[in-house]
């Protein structure tokens, strides 16, 4: 699979957030599908949470959302850069709150 960002195309938080990668993506930017077009890589839950894929490689979770930051335009890959110094439980931890509640935004 070509460097994909797996998301869930029924959660209006998701598309909002994939609109706003589209506006600011950069050739780098992976490109955006939904769950419900793609096989995702045995092993994921896209159903939980936003996948980047890249070849044979898939970050999840926070380190999925850092990553789509470092590849857009602007000052996104700052924010990114100071998202990544959060350590990783506490990043995925806000990650899931965001991601239990998603329907309810």
Do not use: I, K
Request: proline fraction near 9%; include cysteine.
């Amino acid at each position: 699979m070509p460097r994909t960002l797996v998301y869930d195309g029924d959660c209006g938080v998701c598309r909002r957030s994939v609109g706003f990668v589209r506006r600011r993506a950069r050739a780098s930017t992976p490109e955006p599908v939904p769950y419900q077009e793609v096989d995702v890589p045995e092993g994921a839950d896209p159903t939980r949470s936003v996948l980047l894929v890249d070849g044979d490689r898939v970050w999840d979770e926070s380190a999925a959302v850092v990553r789509v930051l470092w590849s857009l335009r602007g000052l996104w890959p700052v924010a990114g850069g100071a998202l990544w110094l959060v350590p990783r439980p506490l990043r995925d931890r806000g990650y899931r709150w965001v991601a239990r509640n998603r329907h309810r935004f």
